[in-house]
């Protein structure tokens, strides 16, 4: 059973590799942000709580984040497996994992700070559908989705001041994580700054 962690900063290519892990290895991808979007969608009550304060533009507390996580993981298609993306993203919540689940791979996908802003600057996402582009995968005709021809935007958290800030909090935050879990022997390190299907090799050679 592989129940893996990816750790990483913003930019270093999280969302894609998950994307590949999880059809690579018949498991599902689960992040923070889309548990966010549907439990907000479909109104439950830790969906409302969580909009509430994602609303007057707070973080999402961690007994909220994490009984999402522990729901989610509950469900049928977790019970061989799965793949976390953004979450835990603190110590506090790593600790609230641990009373959930057995982690069996933590993988950090590694890149420095400047190819992080500079991919993150690159970043356009779709109006429409929400597909995002950037440096790896570029749209086809220069500021429209391929798949919709609905404009691209760069989202207010893409751009270099907002990303620095976010960077300080992933060194602050969350790549403590890779301490936390290391004494297990379970902790992995892959160069994100490499094409993505080379960095997808070294990822299915740890878990393989």
Do not use: W
Request: aromatic share 4%.
């Amino acid at each position: 059973m592989n129940n893996i962690l990816l750790i990483g900063p913003q930019g270093a290519g999280k969302g894609t590799q998950a994307k590949l892990l999880a059809k690579q290895y018949h498991i599902p991808h689960i992040s923070t942000g889309d548990l966010f979007r549907e439990h907000i969608k479909r109104q439950t009550v830790l969906g409302l709580q969580a909009k509430t304060l994602i609303d007057k533009g707070k973080l999402v507390p961690d007994r909220i984040t994490m009984e999402m996580v522990k729901e989610r993981l509950e469900d049928k298609d977790c019970q061989q497996g799965f793949l976390l993306d953004g979450v835990p993203r603190t110590l506090p919540q790593a600790e609230m994992l641990d009373e959930i689940v057995e982690i069996t791979h933590v993988i950090e996908i590694k890149i420095n700070d400047d190819l992080a802003v500079k991919r993150l600057s690159a970043r356009r996402q779709c109006k429409q559908c929400g597909r995002i582009y950037g440096l790896d995968l570029p749209e086809k005709k220069k500021g429209v989705c391929d798949d919709d021809n609905a404009l691209l935007y760069q989202r207010d958290d893409d751009k270099p001041e907002a990303i620095k800030k976010r960077l300080e909090l992933y060194h602050d935050e969350t790549e403590p994580l890779l301490e936390y879990y290391r004494p297990r022997n379970i902790v992995f390190q892959v160069d994100g700054s490499l094409p993505a299907e080379k960095t997808f090799a070294q990822l299915k050679k740890i878990i393989d």
